[in-house]
Antibody, heavy 122, light 113 residues
Framework: QLQLQESGSGLVKPSETLSLTCTVS??????????WGWIRQPPGKGLEWIGRIYHTGTTLYKPSLNGRLTISIDTSKNQFSLKLFSVTAADTAVYYCARQIHITGGNWFDPWGQGTLVTVSS | DIVMTQYPDSLAVSLGERATINCKSS????????????LAWYQHKPGQPPKLLLY???TRESGVSDRFSGGGSGTDFTLTISSLQAEDVAVYYCQQYYDTPYTFGQGTKVEIK
């Protein structure tokens, strides 16, 4: 059974860089037909897709975050990572990693990691 | 961006009764070349990650109870819980994958009356 688990710093200072890693177990991150994505949920708000990566390293980011976001992948470790630069309080959220299923042409998310709360505060 | 709007924001339903959640997209998510609606539904319980319920607007994910069903096409969709159980208390989200950025509705909270 595929499982994803986020890890990284839970507290980041304003203007600094938020870094998270998602470790995939129970399956290979190298599989065709799947993207690996990041979704966040600010406190009391809805879900926001922020970006995805394919095992080849091809990325797609939410345009409003372009320039501040980098997603990378390490197939040898079965991990993918997120770096969000120059953070502000508006980046405070629970960050989820998820497999994005594209194999039949769709792009839904299943499964999701447990999520990790990242707070931006001095 | 395609804006997804759910209504109501919350609803309270008696155990065993039907619950219906609506989701409206700002543009059609029906892809004419394959006649499929690019819409998914998720269930989100406190302290847990969101769980996929349906994709292609009405295809139930493996293992999901047949109490959950999806309908609609184009811009208007529904998620129906046919007979509400206590374990169905959650926030439900629709998501379009017709175009990037993929977007979610604001969520509908389902409670027991």
């Amino acid at each position: 059974q595929l499982q994803l688990q986020e890890s990284g710093s839970g507290l980041v200072k304003p203007s600094e860089t938020l870094s998270l890693t998602c470790t995939v177990s129970g399956g290979s991150i190298d599989s065709s037909g799947f993207y690996w994505g990041w979704i966040r949920q600010p406190p009391g708000k809805g879900l926001e897709w922020i970006g995805r990566i394919y095992h080849t390293g091809t990325t797609l980011y939410k345009p409003s975050l372009n320039g501040r976001l980098t997603i990378s992948i390490d197939t040898s470790k079965n991990q993918f990572s997120l770096k969000l630069f120059s953070v502000t309080a508006a980046d405070t959220a629970v960050y989820y990693c998820a497999r994005q299923i594209h194999i039949t042409g769709g792009n839904w998310f299943d499964p999701w990691g447990q999520g990790t709360l990242v707070t931006v505060s001095s | 961006d395609i804006v997804m709007t759910q209504y109501p924001d919350s609803l309270a339903v008696s155990l065993g009764e039907r619950a219906t959640i609506n989701c409206k997209s700002s543009q059609s998510v029906l892809y004419s070349s394959d006649n499929r609606n690019y819409l998914a539904w998720y269930q989100h319980k406190p302290g847990q990650p969101p769980k996929l319920l349906l994709y292609w607007a009405s295809t139930r994910e493996s293992g999901v109870s047949d109490r959950f069903s999806g309908g609609g096409s184009g811009t208007d969709f529904t998620l129906t819980i046919s007979s509400l159980q206590a374990e169905d208390v959650a926030v439900y989200y629709c998501q379009q994958y017709y175009d990037t950025p993929y977007t979610f509705g604001q969520g509908t909270k389902v409670e027991i009356k």
